[in-house]
T-cell receptor, first 114, second 115 residues
């Protein structure tokens, strides 16, 4: 597609519920990233994929967070047993490859845990 | 880890005037990349301007320009002839080098352009 598409745009989850957030990157983009943006803060790195390989998951805050990109295109960020501190905007970004610094961000999913 | 500091939570500017946003960073690297991103209410991060640390010349993109002071580790953004559409949150970001994929962001500055 023309841009990075994320769905849903908004998600309200009850505490303890599992959620799945989807990212559809620009076609052909090898590198894909997830960032977490708390209210009033800058985004923070969660994880990085190169094609289907998850090369860095050092930013995932706990083992309740899990990301996958099984076919090297669409990615899903899953949060199990959501807690209030998980409330944030989750941004996905992609770029052509490792040697490119031209990130394209999606519009994010705003997750609210009640 | 790299630290990026934006000390101005909010800035207000009259339409057609100029506003300057400050950013400082901490790194031991010699070659790196700096960025300014704009985030309007739509939430999509839009690249405004970037600067390679090895380039001494300050980057310029139309009404946006930077003042890059490498020794002082300072990277300010100047918005000239401000327009209503410039109203957004602005983030300064750092990347160690092009093969280091992580962006480190500051906390952001909210810019409001008044008619």
């Amino acid at each position: 597609g023309a841009g990075v598409s994320q769905s849903p745009r908004y998600k309200v989850a009850k505490r303890g519920q599992d959620v799945a957030l989807r990212c559809d990157p620009i076609s052909g983009h090898v590198s894909l990233f997830w960032y977490q943006q708390a209210l009033g803060q800058g985004p923070e790195f969660l994880t990085y994929f190169q094609n289907e390989a998850q090369l860095d998951k050092s930013g995932l805050p706990s083992d309740r967070f899990f990301a996958e990109r099984p076919e090297g295109s669409v990615s899903t960020l899953k949060i199990q047993r959501t807690q209030q501190e998980d409330s944030a905007v989750y941004l996905c970004a992609s770029k052509e490859g490792p040697g490119d610094y031209g990130y394209t961000f999606g519009s994010g999913t705003r997750l609210t845990v009640v | 880890a790299q630290t990026v500091t934006q000390s101005q939570p909010e800035m207000s500017v009259q339409e057609a005037e100029t506003v300057t946003l400050s950013c400082t960073y901490d790194t031991s690297e010699n070659n790196y990349y700096l960025f300014w991103y704009k985030q309007p209410p739509s939430r999509q991060m839009i690249l405004v301007i970037r600067q390679e640390a090895y380039k001494q010349q300050n980057a310029t993109e139309n009404r946006f320009s930077v003042n890059f002071q490498k020794a002082a580790k300072s990277f300010s953004l100047k918005i000239s002839d401000s327009q209503l559409g410039d109203t957004a949150m602005y983030f300064c970001a750092f990347m160690k080098h092009v093969l280091d994929y992580k962006l480190s962001f500051g906390a952001g500055t909210t810019v409001t352009v008044r008619a």
